[in-house]
């Protein structure tokens, strides 16, 4: 470097050197280094068009907890993190935003909900729920933000006798509006892993097992005549359609609606070896309109159209980020299984290209595969400006 110091590196190639770390720990610690560094900091409003960083899952809190819970898979670590508040009981309750980059958790206090910020302590009151949506917190909702930040919030409540049935309900709160939109159904009972849900081109997308949708308008009310039910596509002869567990997951990718679905085969031999098989595929939503009448249909979607992306399965939501903005090849999908009885709870990756699943990392104790959320951490720099100027303030209040 012809003797010269790695801080005096011009301000242009930090920038073009911190835009490739894609690891939010080490993005903090590059702009820690010294103080030319930290000046060259990109702001996040430019480096969100040329690079992402790795998403982190967050645990969802117990009310006994009092941190807040990450693991980065990809580096194997784990972060424990105090709020700013107490968590409430309904912080398991995560509202995030569509694509991950934000994460709120509700809590409702007569009627009234609100959405708190567990890093900074900020929160948002929302519109009054109406009255006939009274004691929904007990429901443990969940849900999204869209881009367009309209907030679709969520739950589903098994009935307590043996019809196997069990009631969705939904509010939805559209920008610029005041007034929450709520929609009822009393469905098929899904099994464990099936339920999944979207907002979707001012539909909800809704399903209750593997092999059946509802398409719900979103005009409110708790009449499902209108509903439209849109089966999955035909498996070929030779393929079985029973599987110990199957796990439904929808997101939203470059304009199109996709569900993917993993099947989980659980087998033992004559010996009593447990062995998990998993599978998964990916469908897409298409929607044929002609005079006479609308078709909507989920059709298998070609794995090398999505070579080129990560898929992080999840819940209250899923998402899709392109692998070359976090220097990883894409193709592949990230999820959460716990393999039970001996609860186990793992990461796997799917790679759907080879259509092989592989075993990614083992979570620590305590976590909980249904109640894992991913989240893109956003780091903030803080200019020299304004550290100096707080340091000048507590050196002069002391």
């Known amino acids: 470097m012809d003797g010269r110091r790695w801080s005096d590196l011009p301000a242009d190639v930090l920038r073009e050197i911190s835009s490739h770390v894609c690891a939010a720990v080490d993005f903090v610690y590059f702009h820690a280094v010294c103080k030319p ?16 960083f790795l998403p982190w899952l967050l645990a969802a809190a117990d009310k006994e907890s009092t941190n807040l819970r990450f693991r980065c898979i990809f580096s194997e670590s784990s972060y424990h993190g ?63 933000i869209y881009s367009d930040r309209t907030i679709f919030l969520y739950s589903i409540r098994y009935h307590n006798d043996d019809d196997h049935r069990a009631r969705f309900r939904a509010a939805l709160l559209r920008p ?18 099936e339920f999944c849900t979207a907002y979707h081109s001012g539909k909800i997308m809704l399903t209750v097992k593997a092999t059946l949708w509802h398409m719900i308008r979103s005009e409110g009310g708790h009449e499902a005549g209108g509903d439209l039910l849109v ?47 998993l599978s998964m595929t990916v469908y897409v939503l298409q929607v044929e309109a002609s005079a006479q009448e609308m078709k909507t249909r989920w059709v298998e979607k070609d794995v090398r159209s999505v070579a080129d992306r990560l898929l992080f399965l999840g819940t209250p939501c899923s998402f899709a ?14 999820f959460v299984y716990c393999r039970k009885p001996c609860d186990k709870v793992g990461v796997f990756s799917y790679n759907l290209l080879s259509d092989k699943a592989t075993f990614f990392e083992r979570l620590p104790q305590g976590w909980n595969d249904e109640r894992c959320t991913w989240h893109v951490l956003q780091p903030t720099v803080s200019p020299i400006q304004l550290l100096e100027q707080d340091i000048n303030f507590t050196i002069g209040s002391t």
């Open 82 to 144: 105090k709020p700013p508040m107490p968590l409430a009981a309904a912080a398991r309750n995560w509202v995030s935003n569509a694509d991950g980059t934000e994460v709120r958790y509700l809590t409702v206090e007569d009627l009234c909900p609100t959405l708190h910020d567990p890093f900074t302590g900020e929160f948002s009151r929302l519109p009054d729920f109406p009255e006939d949506v009274r004691g929904w917190e007990e429901e443990n909702p969940r849900g999204v």
């Open 37 to 52: 560094w930290r000046s060259s900091r990109d702001p996040l409003s430019k480096r969100t068009i040329t690079t992402q």
């Open 321 to 334: 980020v392109d692998a070359s903005r976090l220097g990883r090849h894409g193709g592949c999908a990230y």
């Open 176 to 193: 610029g509006s005041d007034k929450w939109t709520v929609i009822e159904r009393t469905l098929q009972a899904p099994r464990y892993g």
């Open 231 to 277: 089966k999955m596509p035909p498996l070929p002869r030779w393929t079985s359609e029973y599987y110990s567990r199957k796990y439904s997951y929808v997101l939203e990718s470059r304009g199109e609606l996709l569900w993917a679905s993993v099947k989980i085969d659980i087998c033992s031999d004559w010996h009593g070896v447990v062995t998990h098989e």
